[in-house]
């Protein structure tokens, strides 16, 4: 194929990373579609996909991207569901989109779920074509392959990534309906050759694995419509029950290919429809508490004076730190601070600097961590996932940060490493609570 028959490719700045995007069609409704692994190059030359595109952007004014880690764009380590979310926004940013509806499929849908969660702003609908909340199976979660059979894959790719038979392997597995189409089998066998290389696949699949989104869900507030087939229905009403207003739809055939007219209808027939007037006044929020250990003795000791300057340096190292990772301080009453980010990584970076950084001042902080879906009241952020926070926080031990279940099912693939704390209850919060500490 031709290169001048494939749309140019754009480059959108995130966090330092390269982000490789395509705008097709002129239509008056701004349309993201974040591809499962590939290369945008390579997905023009299967004609279901082509097809696929050219029925969209009839329609709507379509941006393709490869988030980082596969195809054009870079492929930095230790990539996560955050930072795919950050390079949705880096698009919509380089193009100057206000709002945009975000069309995920499989393995990519998480990721404008969480988008949609906490940039409700920018995000119109949300179109999830086989979503699944989780990729190994668990008790509350009984769909989908085991964890040993996730990491026997994972070893797999590790081993055999870019061999022809693997790949043939895979493709018949995804798209069972294509398995006898020698056309398509080639093509997806070049298409993942281009889209990543061993090391960087291996480093996606470990990025699927960990991956836990059930916490974001109940917090997505933009209209949503959950497509799939048959085979995906029980993972689909999953997602679909848990987001709020919902619709699912099951469309006829096999596989988890989107390029299916079915699947285009469902689609287009939903982004045709009026966009919400209102912004949700509720958003998807990390949090960060931390606190002082021991500030009452140092205060007696150093005396007035002395103990407010060196407060008052901590006050600014800390607000320093939280600018530098793109947060937010929502409040710095006594010698804590309450700040919010964008996402979990962030917060736990700032976190471990802040920590870092206090023992030349002759300080001990201690931190917790967590990520909910938070109201908004005016400039302030209320609820329940407050006071979690600030319950996880408390429970720190000097120079120790804690975060929740939800925070490390969230930076899966990044490269903190935790520690089990165990179940807790928390004060005015129903239930138990796994509680772990960062290690490193």
Known sequence: MRSDSVPDVRYARSGGVAVAYQVVGEGPRELVFVPFLSSLIALWELPAMRMFFDRLSAETRLTVLNPRGM?????????TLEDWSEDVLAVLDAEGIERASLFGTADSANACLLTAATYPERVERLVLDEPFARRVRSVEYPFGPSEDEMLGFLRAVRDRWGDRDFLMELAAGINPQWADDQEYLDWFVWNHRQ?????????????????????????????????HRAGGRAAAEYVSERVP???????????????????????????????????????????????LVGSTAIAAELGDRRWRELLESHHAAVRREVARYRGTVLDSAGDGFFCRFDGPARAISCAREILASAPAAGLAVRAGVHTGECEVSGSKLVGLAVVIAARVAALA????????????????????????????ELKGVPGTWSIHMLAD
């Open 245 to 291: 207003g919902a619709t699912r739809i099951e469309v006829p055939g096999e596989g988890s290919s989107p390029a299916t007219e079915p699947v285009i209808e469902a689609a287009l027939a939903f982004v045709r429809g009026e966009a919400p007037r209102v912004v949700p006044d509720t958003v998807l929020a990390t949090l960060l508490f931390t606190d």
């Open 397 to 424: 031990d000097t120079n120790e940060i804690l975060v929740s279940q939800t925070v490390t099912d969230l930076v899966a693939g990044s490269d903190f490493t935790f520690q089990e704390r165990g179940l807790h």
């Open 71 to 79: 195809g054009l764009s870079d492929r930095p380590r230790n990539v």
């Open 195 to 227: 889209s990543s290389s061993p090391a960087s696949a291996a480093e996606f699949w470990r990025m699927q694995i960990g991956t836990d989104i059930t916490d974001v869900l109940g917090s997505v507030r933009v209209p949503t419509l959950v497509i």
